[in-house]
């Protein structure tokens, strides 16, 4: 089956401490991105991927990095947490760089940062 | 810049009424894409339409239709005879020809009520 995964799906955890949220796809897709949704601002993009190695910013990127060393991954990383950064993450990634072509996303990471 | 705006913050209708949600885009490419994603409580994003700049027919799947605009920068989103499983939160979204951003509108939450 064709999917997006993020892992871990839920987690709580204490300013400061590093964490690592996972994303791996299986269709074999150039395109990978992490986006933030936050109530009454919709989706944000953090960062972007259009193939191995090569990653570029999004709308805000602040406090987060990413790495793409494999194609079919792309985990977020937050080197120190912090209370604002309490949100619904989305991985996602779509075939090429045809920017039409239609994302798909994974089910969601909701992290809470206290 | 890509812009997409829900005005509708929040519907409530009653099971089997019809509702209209709003989408307006801003974008200075001549070519892009316009999607639309339901999100229900469980947390998903699930792909409900792309449509290209170029259609403007408008779309009937089932009780949804759609309808663009270019005159008025609209993609409209109709459910006919509203069904209590279509509560959810609903994102219109941008996508510009060269753009690495899927740019998301701040989402309208539906609430059909029995």
């Known amino acids: 089956e064709a999917q997006v995964t993020q892992n871990p799906r839920y987690l709580i955890t204490v300013t400061g401490k590093k964490l690592t949220v996972t994303c791996s796809q299986n269709m074999n897709h150039e395109y990978m991105s992490w986006y933030r949704q936050d109530p009454g601002l919709g989706l944000r993009q953090i960062y972007y991927?259009?193939?191995?190695?090569?990653?570029d910013k999004g709308d805000v990127p602040e406090g987060y990095k990413v790495s793409r060393k494999e194609k079919r991954n792309f985990p977020l990383i937050l080197e120190s947490p912090s209370p604002n950064q309490t949100s619904l993450y989305f991985c996602?990634?779509?075939?090429?760089?045809?920017?039409?072509?239609?994302?798909?996303f994974g089910e969601g990471s909701w992290l809470t940062v206290v | 810049a890509q812009k997409v705006t829900q005005a509708q913050t929040e519907i409530s209708v009653v099971e089997k009424e019809d509702v209209t949600l709003d989408c307006v885009y801003e974008t200075r490419d001549t070519t892009y894409y316009l999607f639309w994603y339901k999100q229900p409580p469980s947390g998903e994003l699930v792909f409900l339409i792309r449509?290209?700049?170029?259609?403007?027919q408008n779309e009937i799947s089932g009780r949804y239709s759609w309808n663009f605009q270019k005159s008025t920068s609209s993609f409209n989103f109709t459910i006919t005879a509203s069904q209590v499983v279509d509560s959810a939160v609903y994102f219109c979204?941008?996508?510009?020809?060269?753009?690495?951003?899927?740019?998301f509108g701040p989402g309208t939450r539906l609430s059909v009520l029995p």
């Open positions: 979204a941008l996508s510009e020809n060269y753009g690495q951003n899927f740019v």
């Open positions: 996602a990634s779509r075939p090429g760089k045809f920017s039409g072509n239609t994302i798909y």
């Open positions: 449509r290209n700049s170029f259609d403007e």
């Open positions: 991927s259009m193939n191995v190695e090569v990653t």
